[in-house]
């Protein structure tokens, strides 16, 4: 069984057509890279696929669940549970810590016991910032920034990772171990990533490609 399932998506802005009847899926586990030139719609069926946004018609499945039929409330606790998201800027809110950005998600959920700051610490130990869980955006690298991003998108134990050019914005050394750790992480702990990249290296790499064009899978 598929883990996500998009039927024939459309979205359109206005008079333009972003995308014309998409379809994709994937399996638990898999690595999936969604390439395309910019304006593609590569972004816009990420934003979907995470409820970020609604489609103009087409549906949606997670499991056997029709996600596309939810609510907005229905969708927020499904995306906090079930979801991660990584984008090409972090997105890390700058009055907090390392270790406060990565537990996020799992406050948000009503969880505030001291599992959830053990289990920030050991993702952002095993993604190499053990030593700096109490510094704050500002102290950071652009490479440390994105792991911190990673953590937080992991922290609820999601089955999928959404990341939007996850190595768009870092030099070629950063952006190459931020791709090992990605396929690392999908191998030991069995999530699944559908990664919107321009980054030829990382989606060689992708169990599966997926080409998008003029909002069509080609």
Not at 5 to 17: E, F, M, N, R, T
Not at 66 to 78: C, P, V, Y
Not at 145 to 170: C, W, Y
Request: hydrophobic residues 40%; charged residues 20%.
């Amino acid at each position: 069984m598929s883990l996500l399932k998009a039927i024939d998506i459309h979205k359109s802005y206005g008079q333009l057509a972003v995308l014309k009847g998409v379809s994709v899926q994937l399996q638990e586990g898999e690595v999936v890279a969604l390439v395309g030139a910019s304006g593609a719609g590569k972004s816009t069926l990420l934003q979907i696929m995470g409820t970020l946004d609604e489609a103009d018609g087409g549906s949606i499945y997670f499991g056997t669940k029709n996600i596309t039929m939810m609510n907005e409330r229905q969708r927020a606790q499904f995306r906090n549970e079930s979801l991660g998201f990584v984008f090409q800027f972090h997105h890390l809110l700058p009055e907090f810590t390392a270790l406060e950005n990565a537990c996020m998600p799992a406050w948000i959920a009503g969880r505030t016991g001291p599992e959830v700051t053990d289990r920030a610490t050991e993702l952002l130990t095993r993604l190499g910032l053990a030593e700096r869980t109490h510094h704050k955006p500002n102290e950071l690298s652009g490479g440390e920034k994105q792991r911190v991003a990673i953590a937080r998108a992991l922290i609820n134990s999601p089955k999928l990772i959404l990341a939007d050019e996850p190595t768009g914005n870092l030099d070629t050394r950063n952006s190459d171990e931020l791709i090992q750790l990605i396929f690392d992480l999908a191998r030991s702990l069995g999530v699944s990533f559908l990664i919107a990249t321009h980054n030829l290296g990382l989606a060689e790499q992708a169990d599966r490609i997926c080409h998008i064009k003029d909002g069509v899978m080609g």
